[in-house]
């Protein structure tokens, strides 16, 4: 996948929504019941935080979060908020100090490229394309699908340490503006041309 290089530049306003954010289709294969987990042994050490998770929704699973939140105790803390419309959805992502796709199952999530070229840090599971599309250690935090307790680690070590989230952020613009902008994609195929001309 490639981004535009202006989403690099993208300023917008300056808002905060809360300290984690999900974008994308409420499903169980996202593993937001596996997120819900690892908010739970969040608050027990960070009680403060605030999670917004957004995107459509499949009903029954979406039922099952809402029950999940309620026995978590996490009513204070965790918002569906529906979805978000496309025209405010770098705002959104961009509002919050990390965001955070706990799937199982994946492919190449564009929101990992979008919210690392916005300047945020993301938390991503070992699934699909995502060791390739985030550096881990640099761009953000790439953990275990399925385990509450490595999620809730990452998640803690990047809301807790805000010189963490600037380096991240610094790192994720240049990272996507090399590797990920349809303009370096183009020069990427130029290249490819070129070798196969002179080969």
Known sequence: PAIPSELTRYEGCSTNLGDIAYLGRIVHRKGLHVLLKA????????????ANIAGPSDPQ????????????????????????KEEEKYEFIRSHKALVL??????????????????????ATRVGAVPEMVLDGETGLIV????????????????????????????????????FTLESAVTKLEEVYTCCLQG
């Open 39 to 50: 908010l739970s042994i969040v608050k027990s050490r960070f009680s403060e935080f605030k």
């Open 102 to 123: 706990p799937s199982i199952k994946e492919y190449t999530p564009s929101v990992l490229l979008e919210a690392q070229a916005l300047g945020v840090p993301v938390i």
């Open 61 to 84: 699973y979406l039922e099952s979060l809402k029950m999940l939140i309620k026995r978590l105790g996490l009513r204070d803390n965790v918002s569906l908020i529906g979805i978000v």
């Open 144 to 179: 275990k699908p399925g385990d509450p307790y490595e999620l809730a680690k990452a998640i803690l070590m990047l809301i807790e340490n805000e010189d963490l989230r600037r380096r991240f952020s610094v790192k994720a613009k240049e990272w996507t503006r090399k590797e």
